[in-house]
């Protein structure tokens, strides 16, 4: 599956965005969907999983403030982002897993270019 994140941009603290991820090649209703962020100097951090059937799973910063969610009509996964904090700004990526992979990342086979996304405070 080729998966294009996009919806990234500046966005005042406070304020919302919605990222997409579109398959291009493949289905998005094949596989476990995943967000990951990655801030300057810092590791990679789980941010969403949204299994088959819909279940879902946060990070622990974003928990309450974040939802991400499927539409397989479209072939696209999303990540509506609410109340954002200055802390949030990273680049967001999207990706596939065969697997319930949630936090592990090494159990995600595809990837996403990235879209950046920063907060202003």
């Known amino acids: 599956v080729q998966l294009q994140a996009s919806g990234g941009g500046l966005v005042q603290a406070g304020g919302s965005l919605r990222l997409s991820c579109a398959a291009s090649?493949?289905?998005?209703?094949?596989?476990?969907m995943g967000w990951f962020r990655q801030a300057p100097a810092k590791e990679r951090e789980f941010v969403a999983g949204?299994?088959?059937?819909?279940?879902?799973d946060y990070g622990e910063p974003v928990k309450g403030r974040f939802t991400i969610s499927r539409d397989n009509t479209k072939n696209t996964i999303y990540l509506q982002m609410n109340s954002l904090k200055p802390e949030d700004t990273a680049i967001y990526y999207c990706?596939?897993?065969?697997?319930?992979?949630?936090?592990?990342?090494?159990?995600?086979?595809?990837w996403g270019q990235g879209t950046q996304v920063t907060v202003s405070s």
């Open positions: 949204i299994s088959w059937s819909g279940n879902t």
């Open positions: 990706a596939a897993s065969y697997y319930s992979a949630y936090y592990d990342s090494d159990k995600y086979k595809y």
């Open positions: 090649v493949g289905t998005v209703s094949s596989y476990f």
